[in-house]
């Protein structure tokens, strides 16, 4: 997308071997709530996210 397109506070993570259910369940199962796009992730933070939410994030972000 054009640069002026793009918005500053979503990031996408692509995975081409797209994401487990397992892997959506354990991120739910941690409070983590994330918009799947295909093979796509989209994590979009807001002011309401705090330090713990980026951590629970984290540590779940292992591909398999």
């Known amino acids: 997308a054009p ?22 369940k354990k991120l739910e199962d941690s409070k983590v709530f994330i918009s799947y796009r295909g093979d796509w992730m989209r994590i979009a ?13 984290l540590k779940h972000l292992k591909f398999e």
């Open 3 to 24: 640069k002026k397109a793009r918005s500053p506070h979503f990031l996408g993570i692509k995975n081409p071997k797209g994401f487990s259910d397992s892997f959506k």
């Open 45 to 57: 933070p807001h002011v309401y996210n705090n330090q713990s939410d980026l951590e629970r994030l």
